[in-house]
């Protein structure tokens, strides 16, 4: 079945720092990705949507400029924490959809990755 | 636009069975999904339904879609402590759009 690997599962970064997260999907092209966070006890917030090879659409309250996203190509998207602070501490977690075979899949074309735990000390 | 809505707690006793209940608001889902996910851990794809089916079983799980009134249930038979998790309802609509998810129900399997 699909499958997307993300990594790093765990990353401890300090504060200022750059962290940079990737999601590859192993066996289906990934024609768009998902990127959400998810706060402790809190459910999953869709931070942006990007397409093989255009610039990320971001949701509303979202820095792009913080929150660097790259699909340059079918099977990678990277999500980059850019000058990381406490607050950025969460776990972000990919959605990749195959749009070309999504529909022939039995969860219509959603695969998540593993998740990555992200803490800025 | 589009909400789903769960209940944030629920409690049962092993080998009980478990509803958890989601509504949501979008009539043009075309997907609705139950998700689980363990404390640490990446989200698990428990079951789906289809927008026009009104039931899904699979071994323990049962899903139940009343369409009309745009709520979607999950019951758990059986329920055993490693069902301890949070439970996502996730709807999809037709194209290339992003899952929303409900704020997830946590169960918790008194032994």
């Known amino acids: 079945g699909a499958v997307v690997s993300q990594h790093p599962s765990r990353v401890i970064c300090k504060s200022g720092t750059s962290v940079k997260i990737e999601c590859r999907s192993l066996d289906f092209q990934a024609t768009t990705m998902f990127w959400y966070r998810q706060f402790p006890k809190q459910s999953l917030m869709l931070m942006a949507t990007s397409n093989e090879g255009s610039k990320a659409t971001y949701e509303q309250g979202v820095e792009k400029d913080k929150f660097l996203i790259n699909h340059a190509s079918l099977t990678l998207s990277t999500l980059t924490v850019t000058s990381a602070h406490p607050e950025d501490s969460s776990f972000y977690i990919c959605?990749?959809?195959?749009?070309?075979?999504?529909?022939?899949?039995?969860?219509?074309?959603?695969?998540f990755g593993s998740g990555t735990r992200l803490t800025v000390v | 636009g589009e909400d789903v809505e769960q209940s944030l707690f629920l409690s049962v006793r092993e080998g009980d069975s478990s509803v958890i209940n989601c509504t949501y608001t979008?009539?043009?889902?075309?997907?609705l999904y139950w998700y689980k996910q363990e404390p640490g851990a990446g989200l698990q794809l428990l079951t789906y339904?289809?927008?026009?089916?009104d039931m899904k079983q699979d071994q323990r799980l049962t899903v139940l879609l009343n369409k009309k009134d745009k709520h979607l249930s999950l019951r758990i038979a059986d329920t055993q402590t490693g069902d301890s998790a949070i439970y996502f309802c996730a709807e999809s609509i037709e194209g290339n759009t992003p899952l929303v998810f409900g704020k997830g129900t946590r169960l918790s399997v008194i032994a």
């Open positions: 979008d009539s043009s889902s075309t997907y």
């Open positions: 959605s990749a959809r195959d749009s070309g075979t999504g529909r022939l899949r039995a969860n219509y074309g959603y695969t």
């Open positions: 339904i289809f927008s026009n089916m």
